[in-house]
């Protein structure tokens, strides 16, 4: 299937970066940081593939979300922002919880929209969206965690560190549940109904 021009510019604008802040990190020995961003080429990519499959067409607006949030990570570890500046942490926390409220919101709508037997009330959005956030960056705090303990990466730094950004991820779904009820969910483009593509569309209608 033929992907958009806006695809192509957000992945190749995305992957350049990421390239280069793992060539940085990778020629100042920062192991965690190149592991980062070659996750980070990695996530940027599937929404390229997933359209020249012809399954979704995610939004731009989400691509473009998606990069800064992947490029936001990975620039506060190649220059150290998380240990010299307090609040990097939690702009990072707020953009990616966020996002995810967002996209949990846009699958909410999908199944709402091509689901033969699922009807999702509008006023059900906002409290998922939240929830979802929460989980979201409950996961992440416990893989954060996982981590210290088995690999070293020292990504906690104190019990105040980890409820501030559990706190932060809980303003980011409020923020992206306000974002879709003022105007998001009314679809003024026609993307966010228009992402699911046929083969998609036929899961949905088996499934739900």
Same mark, same amino acid.
Not at 72 to 100: C, I, K, N, P, R
């Given at each position: 299937?033929?992907?958009?021009?806006?695809? =192509? %510019?957000?992945?190749?604008?995305?992957?350049?970066?990421?390239?280069?802040?793992?060539?940085?990190?990778?020629?100042?020995?920062?192991?965690? +940081?190149?592991?980062? %961003?070659?996750?980070?080429? =990695?996530?940027?990519?599937? +929404?390229?593939? /997933?359209?020249? %499959?012809?399954?979704?067409?995610?939004?731009?607006?989400?691509?473009?979300?998606?990069?800064?949030?992947?490029?936001?990570?990975?620039?506060?570890?190649?220059?150290? /922002? @998380?240990?010299?500046?307090?609040?990097?942490?939690?702009?990072?926390?707020l953009v990616s919880s966020a996002l995810v409220g967002m996209m949990a919101a846009?699958?909410?709508?999908?199944?709402?929209?091509?689901?033969?037997?699922?009807?999702? +009330?509008?006023?059900?959005?906002?409290? /998922?969206?939240?929830?979802?956030?929460?989980?979201?960056?409950?996961?992440?705090?416990?893989?954060?965690?996982?981590?210290?303990?088995?690999?070293?990466?020292?990504?906690? @730094?104190?019990?105040?560190?980890? /409820?501030?950004?559990? @706190?932060?991820?809980?303003?980011?779904?409020?923020?992206?549940?306000?974002?879709?009820?003022?105007?998001?969910?009314?679809?003024?483009?026609?993307?966010?109904?228009?992402? %699911?593509?046929?083969?998609?569309?036929?899961?949905?209608?088996?499934?739900?």
């Amino acid at each position: 299937m033929t992907v958009r021009r806006e695809t =192509l %510019a957000v992945l190749i604008a995305s992957e350049a970066l990421l390239a280069a802040m793992g060539a940085m990190a990778a020629g100042g020995g920062m192991r965690y +940081p190149g592991t980062a %961003a070659a996750m980070g080429a =990695l996530v940027m990519a599937i +929404p390229y593939v /997933l359209e020249r %499959a012809g399954y979704v067409r995610l939004p731009v607006f989400v691509q473009a979300w998606a990069s800064m949030s992947i490029g936001l990570h990975t620039f506060g570890l190649v220059w150290g /922002l @998380y240990d010299g500046t307090w609040w990097w942490d939690e702009l990072t926390h707020l953009v990616s919880s966020a996002l995810v409220g967002m996209m949990a919101a846009m699958a909410l709508h999908l199944v709402d929209l091509h689901s033969l037997k699922i009807k999702v +009330p509008r006023w059900a959005y906002p409290l /998922l969206i939240v929830t979802f956030s929460i989980f979201i960056g409950v996961v992440w705090e416990v893989a954060e965690f996982a981590g210290d303990v088995l690999a070293g990466t020292r990504m906690q @730094y104190s019990l105040l560190d980890t /409820l501030s950004d559990c @706190y932060v991820d809980m303003l980011g779904g409020v923020a992206a549940s306000l974002l879709w009820v003022a105007w998001f969910w009314r679809d003024p483009t026609g993307e966010i109904g228009e992402a %699911a593509q046929g083969p998609l569309i036929s899961r949905l209608q088996s499934l739900f």
